[in-house]
């Protein structure tokens, strides 16, 4: 149903700020019940989630990642986007983007990912 597809520079140097969208198709991201999410991989970290906005609009972050983590949409474009200020080489990894419906139809889809290396 929902397809999501990651873009954005591959390579970010240290301080940067990394800035990706996900543009999405076959679903509206203000769909109820509805959140749109960021998910990152690395070897040393596994699998961590970001961060999310909801279909209202709502927004949450990883603790651990808030001071540095914005999600912003465009609905007109039907895209979310990520920004993950401030970064260093820890911050390389594959980042995902996802779905999670929870209303009257349950789904989870997930971008393909998109690797980001941050340089020294």
């Known amino acids: 149903q929902a397809q999501l597809q990651e873009s954005g520079p591959g390579l970010v140097s240290s301080s940067q700020t990394l800035s990706l969208t996900c543009t999405v198709s076959g679903v509206s991201i203000t769909t109820s019940y509805t959140g749109w999410s960021w998910v990152r991989q690395s070897p040393g970290k596994g699998l961590e989630w970001m961060g999310a906005m909801y279909y209202d609009g709502t927004t949450h972050y990883s603790p651990s990642l808030k001071s540095r983590t914005s999600i912003s949409r465009d609905t007109s474009k039907n895209q979310f986007s990520l920004q993950l200020s401030s970064v260093t080489p820890e911050d390389t990894a594959v980042y995902y983007c996802?779905?999670?419906?929870?209303?009257?139809?349950?789904?989870?889809?997930w971008g393909q990912g998109t690797q980001v290396t941050v340089s020294y």
């Open positions: 996802k779905t999670r419906n929870w209303g009257t139809q349950f789904y989870d889809y």
